[in-house]
């Protein structure tokens, strides 16, 4: 599998409890998030976004809040599952912009 | 629908050597984007097609790196000659419109082991 490298924040948790996952992002300018999940052998994919006129959006099982005072992003993931143990990138984009800009990542290990 | 698909998915070379990564992107979609995770730190934009034509390449670390797009449907990167920084995980990514309007879809990369 994948290194996961040395310097990225751990998150552990108990199979069942819920998960924080915490992103700071750089630009205030930036108006587009998205968080996405990477598997050890696999490529990012999509979980949820949000966008800048909201504040908090829901899917099944995962809630994204977004605190654009602070620039903050969180990832919240209800009923941890051993499957959610990954490795989770924040993403943002601004006004015009055409690519998306990744946080460093945060290991998520699911304790069974 | 098929996926993002990338080959090859391992690749062990010598330094100095040349190395080439192909993407085929999703069918239909016109933005190509390549990054790449180096140490296992964060996911850095290296460059970002529609169709054919480069739309910015600010993120291609050096010359060293050539991208190609050639008919607006596979894409190659090319690393020549291939030194050890440059080992990583390459990932290619497509989307039908501009990423703030529609998901990337991302393959599952390719591990470039330089030597």
């Known amino acids: 599998g994948e290194s996961v490298g040395l310097h990225l924040p751990t998150l552990s948790v108990q199979e069942g409890d819920n998960s924080i996952i915490n992103c700071a992002y750089s630009?205030?300018?930036?108006?587009?998030f998205i968080w996405y999940k990477q598997e050890s052998g696999k490529g990012p994919q999509f979980i949820i976004d949000i966008r800048s006129n909201m504040d908090k959006r829901q899917g099944q099982r995962v809630t994204v809040l977004l605190n654009k005072t602070v620039k903050h992003l969180s990832l919240q993931i209800a009923a941890t599952q051993p499957g959610d143990s990954a490795v989770y990138f924040c993403a943002e984009t601004s006004p015009g912009g055409n690519k998306l800009v990744f946080g460093a990542g945060t290991i998520l290990r699911v304790k069974s | 629908e098929a996926g993002v698909t990338q080959f090859p998915s391992h690749s062990v070379i010598e330094k100095g050597q040349t190395v080439t990564l192909r993407c085929d992107p999703i069918s239909g979609h016109d933005n190509l984007y390549w990054y790449r995770r180096v140490m296992g730190k964060e996911i850095k934009f290296l460059l970002h097609?529609?169709?054919?034509?480069?739309?910015?390449e600010s993120g291609m670390p050096n010359n060293r790196f050539l991208a190609e797009r050639t008919g607006g449907t596979y894409s190659t990167l090319k690393v020549q000659p291939a030194e050890l920084e440059d080992s990583g995980v390459y990932f290619c990514a497509s989307s039908q419109r501009a990423v703030r309007n529609s998901p990337l879809h991302f393959g599952n990369g390719t591990r470039l082991t330089v030597t």
């Open positions: 630009n205030s300018a930036s108006d587009y």
């Open positions: 097609f529609v169709k054919e034509s480069k739309q910015d």
